[in-house]
């Protein structure tokens, strides 16, 4: 199903960039001197390889739900934006590693004991 996210910060400053760069005449805004890009796997392939990750747009989803859990948000507005239809899935992807429970537990007790 299709999901409608705003664009902002860094994310929507590199697609106004992209549409102020455009080939007059051309309707892409991703494109080869204005022509049609049809496929986009080298392209992604090279990003992915010079940033490390073996999975670009698996390792942001999974940083995404790792980072929003961490920081508190609702579980709901995470699963919205990643498009997860289950809490479990949402706590599959975030791969909440043993360290980041032990600084949770942490906060509740100081919570506990104010």
């Not at 805004?29 to 049809?38: A, I, Q, W």
């Amino acid at each position: 199903a299709a999901r409608v996210l705003p664009l902002v910060g860094g994310v929507r400053a590199i697609l106004e960039q992209r549409a102020e760069d455009r080939v007059e005449g051309s309707p892409w805004v991703f494109h080869r001197e204005g022509l049609e890009r049809k496929d986009f796997r080298r392209a992604w392939d090279s990003a992915r390889k010079a940033c490390g990750c073996w999975n670009l747009l698996h390792g942001l989803r999974r940083t995404m739900a790792r980072r929003y859990l961490l920081a508190k948000y609702p579980v709901e507005l995470i699963m919205k934006i990643g498009g997860w239809k289950s809490r479990e899935m949402v706590e599959r992807y975030a791969r909440l590693e043993t360290e980041d429970l032990k600084e949770a537990m942490l906060e509740v007790e100081k919570k506990l004991l104010q």
